[in-house]
């Protein structure tokens, strides 16, 4: 693919800027230098020559479009229509980073504080949120929704590794891979499904926090470790 004329790109860091990244990458576009991708360069260079993407805030994305410091800008239809006041132009509905929206209430209308981490299973189709240590076992509000059910996680051990950044299911496969791979050199035996833990709100950038979880056999562990 050639290019007569420089195009730009705006787009933000985050689960847009990922999801684009896989879909350039479907039509053999990828980013000039891999390191980028966790990089804050504001500028990134790609395969195709006179194609660049200019790393801003989602808010931003409208401004530079509408003030031509871009050619193009990809961002969430949220931020667009609180930018009604701006004409724009959309080509092209990328289906990519859909909002999911968590909405519950519970039998005593007790208003709960929001704790971290976040628990999510390998896929991101089920979350779980950890209660504030003031509720117990008998105290804790029941959910009006059938599939929103509260449980109590018994004690356990587990292997964890964490990463940075926004998480996208690229990066769990790569660090699952890891930690399931140094668990079988070790000989340590695992239990149920991988978990994903995020620590951030959506609008922290810099210095992020992740995890992938495992629960391990901790007995079966020390018995090989007495036994080597």
């Not at 999801?19 to 980013?31: R, S």
């Not at 949120?129 to 804790?140: A, G, K, R």
């Amino acid at each position: 693919m050639k290019l007569s004329s420089e195009i730009s790109i705006a787009v933000s860091k985050g689960r847009i800027f990922d999801e684009f990244i896989t879909l350039l990458k479907k039509i053999k576009v990828d980013l000039k230098n891999s390191n980028d991708l966790n990089s804050r360069k504001l500028i990134l260079q790609t395969s195709i020559k006179k194609l660049s993407l200019v790393i801003v805030r989602a808010t931003d994305v409208p401004t530079f479009v509408y003030n031509g410091a871009v050619d193009f800008g990809v961002v969430g239809m949220d931020t667009l229509v609180e930018n009604d006041e701006l004409d724009f132009y959309t080509p092209l509905d990328l289906k990519i980073s859909k909002c999911r929206m968590i909405l519950a209430a519970n039998d005593k209308n007790k208003k709960i504080a929001m704790t971290a981490p976040v628990y999510m299973d390998e896929k991101g189709k089920e979350m779980a949120f950890v209660l504030p240590s003031l509720y117990n076992d008998i105290e804790v509000p029941e959910s009006t929704r059938d599939d929103v059910t509260t449980h109590t996680t018994k004690p356990m051990y587990v292997a964890s590794l964490t990463y940075g950044g926004y998480s996208n299911s690229e990066k769990v496969k790569k660090h699952k891979n890891t930690l399931i791979n140094t668990l079988k050199k070790s000989e340590i035996a695992t239990i149920g499904e991988l978990k994903v833990l995020g620590y951030d709100a959506p609008f922290k950038f810099y210095n992020r926090r992740n995890e992938v979880m495992i629960e391990i056999n901790y007995n079966n562990w020390l018995f090989i470790q007495s036994n080597h």
